[in-house]
């Protein structure tokens, strides 16, 4: 899947409080992990991302994820927490 950075950001600045922590705990991961994923930079210790590529350009650029399980589960929070439409 091809998303743009500033989009995966804007997800993540969607999701409630703790929510890399929930995310981490569902999928067996380290936390810092998830926090790279969505462009944090938690290197070391078990934090190195896997499977997402950054390709420079506008909108913040390009991220490639070559697994959108992560970014799954942050749709299904964000699901949960929003009220249903009138």
Not at 26 to 48: I, K, M, W
Request: proline share 6%; hydrophobic share 35%; charged share 25%.
């Amino acid at each position: 899947m091809v998303i743009t950075f500033n989009e995966l950001r804007r997800i993540k600045d969607k999701l409630p409080s703790g929510s890399m922590q929930r995310i981490a705990d569902e999928l067996g991961l380290n936390v810092d992990v998830v926090r790279n994923y969505f462009g944090g930079r938690h290197f070391g210790q078990g934090g190195d991302p896997v499977g997402v590529h950054y390709e420079k350009g506008p909108d913040g650029g390009v991220v490639t994820l070559d697994d959108v399980t992560i970014l799954q589960k942050a749709m299904d929070i964000l699901a949960e927490n929003t009220p249903p439409s009138c």
